[in-house]
T-cell receptor, first 114, second 112 residues
Framework: KAGVTQTPRYLIKTRGQQVTLSCSPI?????VSWYQQTPGQGLQFLFE???????NKGNFPGRFSGRQFSNSRSEMNVSTLELGDSALYLC?????????????FGPGTRLTVL | KNEVEQSPQNLTAQEGEFITINCSYS?????LHWLQQHPGGGIVSLFM???GKKKHGRLIATINIQEKHSSLHITASHPRDSAVYIC??????????????FGKGTKLSVIP
């Protein structure tokens, strides 16, 4: 069974640009969560999607948005990039929405904003 | 706001030593996860706990719900155990929402 895939793996952008990251879940997984990891703040929850609906959102500005498609693939978008958006962006998928389901993490997309 | 505290932040051990990493949290939770992150970023879920104790190979995780505390133990540590270990909790919330709140991680280095 293929794991969680994220594309691209590395990305360099400049301030003010926008970026779209993609996450393809394990087959049969319908829940996708996104996380940001920085050296200063550690891992922080961005949002969670299930069946194309955003179920939960972390404390991030509106420049961060996401969506989920009918095949459970998810994208997140960051508009008007700032230097502080440089981070590792991870997605994690699981079968359903139960808190006891195991999450499987993708390898991450490392975004550098210059 | 839930706070998750891990200790120690950094840990260096000799191969073969018994290792303990601690996690304390401040609010009621529905579950706690222990995650392992190797250099390069990949994260693996090691355990999900809502009570008691779980064991997988040389790894043991325990949780005390009343004391809001969990520990991750590694027996007979090996250099390949070198990684960052992250504790994450799911605070109680309505409608079954699932929002992990993370500790800052414990960086473990096991020296041959």
């Amino acid at each position: 069974k293929a794991g969680v895939t994220q594309t691209p793996r590395y990305l360099i952008k400049t301030r003010g640009q926008q970026v779209t990251l993609s996450c393809s879940p394990i087959s049969g997984h319908r829940s996708v969560s996104w996380y940001q990891q920085t050296p200063g703040q550690g891992l922080q929850f961005l949002f969670e999607y299930f069946s194309e609906t955003q179920r939960n959102k972390g404390n991030f500005p509106g420049r961060f948005s996401g969506r989920q498609f009918s095949n459970s693939r998810s994208e997140m978008n960051v508009s008007t990039l700032e230097l502080g958006d440089s981070a590792l962006y991870l997605c994690a998928t699981k079968v359903g929405t139960t808190s006891t389901d195991t999450q499987y993490f993708g390898p991450g997309t490392r975004l550098t904003v210059l | 706001k839930n706070e998750v505290e891990q200790s120690p932040q950094n840990l260096t051990a000799q191969e073969g030593e018994f290792i303990t990493i601690n996690c304390s949290y401040s609010v009621g939770i529905s579950a706690l996860h222990w995650l392992q992150q190797h250099p390069g970023g990949g994260i693996v879920s090691l355990f999900m706990l809502s009570s008691g104790k779980k064991k997988h190979g040389r790894l043991i995780a325990t949780i005390n719900i009343q004391e809001k505390h969990s520990s991750l133990h590694i027996t007979a540590s090996h250099p390949r155990d070198s990684a960052v270990y992250i504790c994450a909790v799911i605070p109680y919330s309505g409608a079954g929402s699932y929002q992990l709140t993370f500790g800052k991680g414990t960086k473990l280095s096991v020296i041959p």
